[in-house]
C-alpha cells in the first residue's frame, strides 16, 4: 500500500471571512466553522478561539488534539467509520495542514484531561506549544451521560478538522513524502539482508472513558490484528479516551506516529519494516492471556526478526505491556518497549507496575510524577479550576495568583509513549 503526503506548512492562523490557506496561513471563518462542529444535537454551544506559539494562553482541560487533513486521491476518507464510510484507507495522496491542529476543550469529561500552555514552563512540556491552534470549547446539553459527552466533543472536533483540512485540497504542498508497505511477501524479500522489523501498537481499551478506535470499532471489541501502516496517516485510529493526559495519544499523534515514521526512515537503510499488529490493553488477566497469545502469534508469522512495542498509559496496561514481551521474547524475537515512568516525585518509587527480565531494551519517556509549577497566564481557554482536579493535580493545585503547581501528569502529551514529546535525558 502506497501513500503520499502532501505537506502544506501552517506558520500562522488567523481568523478571516473565508476559511482558506493563503501564504502559509490558515484563515478561518470563526462562525463558519462553530456551525459546523456544533452540527448535533446534543450540543448546546460551540465557541472558537484561536492560539499560537509564544502567546500567554493556557487551554483547559484539553480533551483531544486534531490534525487537519483531507483525501485527494484514493479510497476512502479521513476519520473512516466517523467522517466517512469504513473504505480501506492508507493509498492515494493525501494532503495535511502541517503545523495547525484542532484542540477541544469545555467542561470536563473525566478526570484524567490535560492542560496546553502556549508559553512559559507548561509549553517545554507539550508538542501542541508548537502548533498553530484552533480551539473548540464544546458545551453539551445539561443532564448528558460522560460517555455521550466525549462521543460529542470527539465529533465536533472531528468535523471542524475535516471542514478546514477541506481548504488543503487545492494547495499545492510544500513538500510530498511517500510512504510504501507492500504484501508481506513481496515485502519480506524487497530486502533480504536487512533485519525484519514490526511494530506492536498497544491502544488504550480499558472500558468507559478509556477507548480507542479503528475504522469506527471499539479496538476493546476485536483480537489482535494486522495493519498496514499507512492506514493511521488517514485518521484510521482516533483517540475516544480520558487517560492521564501525560501519557495519552491524542489522535494528532496517532496520525504522525514517531515510531511508524521513524521506522519508515529507516525502511530499506538499516531495517526492512515488514508493518503493524495492532492490541488492546485489557483489564482481566483471561482478555490480557488472549490478547498477548494472539499478538505474539502474529507477530511469529509475520516472520518478524525484532519488534518494538510501545504503551498507552500506565498501571493496569503495564501487564498487557510484560505479557507481550515475554511472549514474543520467547518465540526467539528480539523486543523494544517503549514506556514512561509513575516513580513517585522523587523518583525513587517502582516505574512501573509488572516487570520481566526480558524486558531489557526498554525507552522511556519520563517521570510523570515530575512536579512543576505553571506561570498564570492571560487569557484562559476553558475552567482553570479543574487544575485541581484532574490527575497530577489535587486541592489547591490552582494557586490564587492563576499559577498551577502540578505533576507533568497534567500536561498534554508530556511523557508520550510514542515519543512525541521533549523530555531527554543525559548522563551526569
Not at 484563515?27 to 446534543?42: H, S, T, Y
Not at 479516551?241 to 515514521?261: E, G, L
Request: net charge negative; glycine share 10%.
Amino acid at each position: 500500500m502506497k501513500l503520499e503526503i502532501g505537506n502544506i506548512l501552517i506558520k500562522d492562523v488567523q481568523f478571516g471571512d473565508k476559511t482558506e490557506v493563503k501564504n502559509a496561513t490558515l484563515f478561518v471563518n470563526q462562525k463558519e466553522l462553530a456551525e459546523i462542529a456544533g452540527n448535533d444535537d446534543r450540543i448546546k454551544s460551540v465557541e472558537v478561539f484561536l492560539a499560537r506559539p509564544g502567546e500567554s494562553v493556557r487551554i483547559i482541560p484539553v480533551k483531544d488534539a486534531i490534525e487537519p487533513r483531507v483525501k485527494v486521491e484514493g479510497d476512502g476518507g479521513i476519520f473512516p467509520g466517523f467522517m466517512t464510510g469504513v473504505e480501506q484507507v492508507g493509498s492515494g495522496r493525501t494532503h495535511v495542514l502541517k503545523g495547525a491542529a484542532v484542540i477541544t476543550t469545555g467542561r470536563i469529561v473525566g478526570f484524567q484531561e490535560g492542560i496546553v500552555d502556549m508559553s512559559g514552563t507548561g509549553a517545554e512540556y507539550t508538542p501542541f506549544s508548537k502548533t498553530q491552534n484552533v480551539v473548540l470549547k464544546v458545551e453539551p446539553v445539561d443532564g448528558i451521560k460522560q460517555h455521550e459527552h466525549e462521543l460529542v466533543v470527539r465529533l465536533a472536533g472531528f468535523r471542524a478538522a475535516n471542514y478546514l483540512g477541506e481548504a488543503g485540497k487545492e494547495v499545492k504542498p510544500d513538500e510530498v513524502k511517500t510512504y510504501e508497505t507492500k504484501p508481506l511477501l513481496q515485502q519480506a524479500a524487497e530486502f533480504p539482508n536487512l533485519p525484519k522489523v514490526a511494530y506492536v501498537y498497544m491502544l488504550q481499551t480499558q472500558g468507559l472513558l478509556h477507548n480507542t478506535y479503528y475504522y469506527g470499532v471499539d479496538v476493546a471489541e476485536i483480537v489482535p490484528t494486522f495493519m498496514y501502516p499507512t492506514e493511521i496517516m488517514d485518521g484510521a485510529i482516533v483517540s475516544g479516551n480520558c487517560v492521564s493526559a501525560c501519557d495519552k495519544n491524542p489522535t494528532y499523534i496517532h496520525c504522525n506516529s514517531p515510531v511508524i515514521m521513524d521506522l519508515y526512515e529507516e525502511h530499506g537503510k538499516t531495517i526492512n519494516f515488514l508493518g503493524c499488529v495492532i492490541t488492546n490493553e485489557n483489564v482481566t488477566l483471561q482478555d490480557k492471556e488472549r490478547s498477548s497469545n494472539m499478538t505474539a502469534k502474529l507477530i511469529e508469522f509475520l516472520g518478524a526478526e525484532a519488534v518494538i512495542i510501545s504503551e498507552e498509559g500506565f498501571g493496569n496496561p503495564d501487564a498487557d505491556l510484560v505479557m507481550n514481551c515475554n511472549k514474543i521474547e520467547g518465540k526467539g524475537i528480539k523486543t523494544v518497549l517503549i514506556t514512561d515512568e509513575y516513580a513517585g516525585q522523587d523518583g525513587g518509587s517502582q516505574s512501573l507496575a509488572d516487570s520481566t527480565p526480558l524486558g531489557n531494551a526498554c525507552v522511556t519517556a519520563g517521570n510523570a510524577n515530575q512536579v512543576v509549577v505553571l506561570p498564570p497566564m492571560d487569557t484562559i481557554i476553558g475552567y482553570p479550576e479543574v487544575a485541581n482536579l484532574i490527575a497530577g493535580g489535587w486541592e489547591g493545585s490552582l494557586r490564587p495568583d492563576g499559577s498551577i503547581e502540578a505533576e507533568i501528569q497534567v500536561i498534554t502529551s508530556a511523557t508520550n509513549e510514542l515519543g512525541f514529546g521533549f523530555l531527554t535525558a543525559k548522563t551526569a
